[in-house]
C-alpha cells in the first residue's frame, strides 16, 4: 500500500536523524530518550517483517530485500543483548554500535529507482571482476619491473619500491592519479630520468585503459537498468490508463443500459425524451473514451470546416466555368451567322 510505503520511509529517515543526533555527546547529554526511540523504532521494524512475513510466508524468503531486513534486525537487538560493561563485549559493543547505520539501508527495498540501481551494480560485478584482475596482473608485471629497476636500497627509492608491498601500493596511487607527481620527482631525484616512460606507459594502460574501463562498464549496465525501469513506469502508466478507460465506457454502457430499460418499461416516454433528461445530466468535463481520432470532436469540426471551405471555393469555380462555357457558345453562333 502507498501510505504504508509512506509511513515506513518517513520512519527510516527518522531513524537516520536519531542516529545523526546520537554522534553529538552535548545533544546526548541533553536528551536522554535515544534508547526509547530506538526500541520503538526496532518494534516499528519487528512488526513490518511480521506484516510482511504473514502476507506471504512462502515468497518472503526468496526476497533479498527481505532477507537484508532480517539480518539488519538482528543486528539491532546485538546491543540489547551484550553487556556493554563486561571488558569481553567491550570492542564487540563498539563495532556493533556503528553497524546500526545498516538499518538506514532498509530505505532501499521501498524505493524502485533504488532497487533498479542495485540490480544493475550486482549485473555489473563479474565484468568488473574480470577489469580488476587484469588491472591487478598489469600491477604485479609493473610491480616486480619497479622494484628491479628503482628499488636497490643504496640508489635507488626503496621507500616506495623497495619491496613488493610497497610498489604495488605505488602503482595504486598511479592507477588513481593521485600525488603521481611527487612520486616521478622522487626518481627524478635519484636520477632516474628514463622513469618518466614507465611512469606514462602505466598511466596509459591502468589509469585510461581497464580504470576507465570498469567505469564504462558500470555506466552502461546502469543506463540499461535505468532505460528498463522507464520502460516498465511507461508500461504500468498505459495499464493503467487502459483500466480507466474500460472503467469509464463500462459506466456509460451501464447508464445506455439503464435508460434502455426505463423505455421499455415506460409507457409514454420515448428513448429521445430520456436522451434530453440524460443530457442535462451531462458536463463538459466528463471523460470520453474514443478508439479512432476520427471519431473526436476536434476532428469532426475540422472535417466540417474543411467541408464549408471546399463548398465556399467550388460555387464560384461551378459559376466560372458556366459562364465560360456560356461565352464559348456566342462566340460558336457568332462564327456560324457570320457570312
Known amino acids: 500500500n502507498p501510505l504504508f510505503n509512506s509511513i515506513m520511509i518517513s520512519i527510516i529517515s527518522l531513524n537516520a536523524v536519531f542516529l545523526a543526533m546520537e554522534t553529538d555527546y552535548a545533544i546526548k547529554l541533553v536528551l536522554f530518550s535515544f534508547q526509547l526511540a530506538d526500541l520503538i523504532i526496532i518494534s516499528i521494524y519487528t512488526t513490518e517483517m511480521l506484516l510482511k512475513f504473514y502476507v506471504d510466508p512462502l ?27 563486561d571488558t569481553k563485549h567491550y570492542k564487540p559493543w563498539d563495532i556493533i554500535t556503528g553497524v546500526q547505520a545498516l538499518k538506514i539501508l532498509k530505505l532501499i527495498s521501498y524505493s524502485r529507482g533504488m532497487r533498479s540501481l542495485i540490480t544493475a551494480l550486482g549485473q555489473t560485478v563479474k565484468t568488473v571482476i574480470y577489469v580488476l584482475v587484469l588491472l591487478f596482473l598489469l600491477m604485479f608485471i609493473f610491480a616486480i619491473l619497479g622494484y628491479g629497476l628503482y628499488g636497490d636500497p643504496e640508489t635507488g627509492d626503496s621507500k616506495n619500491w623497495g619491496n613488493l608491498a610497497s ?27 628514463a622513469s618518466r616512460a614507465f611512469t606514462i606507459v602505466f598511466i596509459l594502460l591502468g589509469f585510461f585503459l581497464f580504470f576507465n574501463m570498469s567505469i564504462g562498464v558500470v555506466i552502461m549496465n546502469i543506463q540499461d537498468s535505468t532505460q528498463n525501469y522507464e520502460r516498465e513506469l511507461k508500461a504500468e502508466k498505459q495499464a493503467a490508463l487502459r483500466a480507466k478507460k474500460q472503467a469509464i465506457l463500462q459506466r456509460q454502457q451501464e447508464e445506455v443500459n439503464m435508460l434502455m430499460h426505463q ?25 470520453m473514451v474514443l478508439e479512432d481520432f476520427c471519431a473526436s470532436i476536434p476532428f469532426i469540426d475540422l472535417y466540417l470546416t474543411s467541408l464549408d471551405l471546399q463548398d465556399n471555393t467550388a460555387i464560384p469555380l461551378a459559376l466560372l466555368l458556366e459562364s465560360l462555357l456560356c461565352q464559348q457558345n456566342e462566340n460558336k453562333k457568332e462564327k456560324l451567322v457570320a457570312p
Open 59 to 85: 515468497n518472503y524468503w526468496r526476497s533479498g530485500y527481505n532477507l537484508f531486513d532480517v539480518i539488519v534486525l538482528l543486528i539491532a537487538y546485538l546491543p540489547y543483548i551484550l553487556d556493554k560493561n
Open 167 to 193: 610498489a604495488l601500493f605505488t602503482l595504486f596511487s598511479l592507477v588513481t592519479v593521485d600525488g603521481w607527481t611527487d612520486l616521478q620527482d622522487e626518481l627524478d631525484k635519484r636520477g632516474f630520468s
Open 263 to 287: 423505455q421499455k418499461t415506460s409507457e409514454y416516454k420515448t428513448f429521445s425524451e430520456l436522451v434530453e433528461d440524460f443530457k442535462k445530466t451531462l458536463h463538459h468535463s466528463d471523460p
